[in-house]
């Protein structure tokens, strides 16, 4: 029993560790009405990246084809795009 344990784990873990992250498409349609980053952060969670660029700041959420990124003034999402 033990002999199958490891190798179904390691398969098991190459197998799924694609699925962790959303689309490029997926992530852009669950956050397609949002305006504010109370809601960005409440469907999709803490971005991965945060980079600040002239008075503004660019939230990064990677994908599983990509990233998205989303300019956000003060507490407004103004702009939203895949990479």
Same mark, same amino acid.
């Given at each position: 029993?033990?002999?199958?344990?490891?190798?179904?784990?390691?398969? !098991?873990?190459?197998? *799924?560790?694609?699925?962790?992250? &959303?689309? #490029?498409?997926?992530?852009?349609? +669950?956050?397609?009405?949002?305006?504010?980053?109370?809601? !960005?952060?409440?469907? *999709?969670?803490?971005?991965?990246? &945060?980079? #600040?660029?002239?008075?503004?700041? +660019?939230?990064?959420?990677?994908?599983?084809?990509?990233?998205?990124?989303?300019?956000?003034?003060?507490?407004?999402?103004?702009?939203?795009?895949?990479?």
């Amino acid at each position: 029993m033990h002999r199958f344990l490891i190798p179904l784990t390691l398969f !098991l873990a190459i197998t *799924l560790s694609g699925c962790f992250h &959303k689309s #490029k498409e997926d992530i852009l349609s +669950e956050a397609e009405d949002v305006r504010d980053i109370g809601e !960005l952060i409440t469907i *999709l969670g803490e971005p991965d990246l &945060k980079h #600040k660029m002239n008075g503004q700041e +660019e939230w990064s959420y990677k994908a599983n084809n990509g990233k998205v990124v989303f300019v956000v003034a003060g507490n407004s999402v103004v702009e939203a795009h895949a990479e």
